[in-house]
């Protein structure tokens, strides 16, 4: 009997696991990827999803971006500053997140920095997001309401071992919604940011606080 009861609280131990696995994955595809319908398809590498709890300003800029990427006459600083903005109006806005793992704006990031910009969020920008929802209401919580691209320059190619890849540097502001119930004086509104293009995709790899 005891043999029992040790198997099937290993097997209730393991389906746990199994299950927060399943929720992390899912939780991860979630950020990096968006969960809307809403698609950016230009060609196998270049793919980009808005959630499906978008705000205004993110289905904005998101739409900004589609045109940047699918127009014959855009410019390689037009599609860095459209980045950069889907990327601020995204991780900057709270309104729309379920915790503090829900770090928006990845899959505008670098692929080998991503885990990196999600740890330091979770660590600091993101660390109280939880708490602040259930303090709150995530509806009340800091919302971008306009991103401003000051000006795109290119800058030395960013090269990783033998390959070169051509690169910009984004100056950007950005504002929040004012809010009676979370007030957003105080938070991050200037950054710059550098954009590598790797095989087409428009990438940011790096970016400075003010």
Known sequence: MKKATKQ????????TLILLVIVGGLFAYITLNGDGDETINVDAEINYKLRSNATDVQKAYFEELRVALTSEETTPEAIAGAIVKNYIASFYT???????????????????????????????????LSYFINEYGSENLLKVSSVNIKYVDPEVNYVIG?????????????????????????????????VMVNNGQFQIYRYFLE
Do not use: C, H, M
Request: aromatic share 22%; net charge negative; proline share 5%.
């Open 8 to 15: 099937l609280k290993l097997a209730a131990v393991i389906l």
């Open 94 to 128: 709270w309104s729309n997140k379920q915790g503090s793992f829900d770090v928006g704006g990845l899959q505008f990031v670098y692929a080998p920095n991503t885990l990196y910009i999600q740890t330091e969020a979770k660590a600091f920008f993101y660390k109280d």
């Open 162 to 194: 033998e390959t070169s890849y051509p690169s910009y540097y984004v100056a950007a502001e950005w504002t929040y919604e004012p809010n009676d119930v979370f007030n957003p004086e105080g938070y991050q509104t200037k950054a710059y940011f550098s």
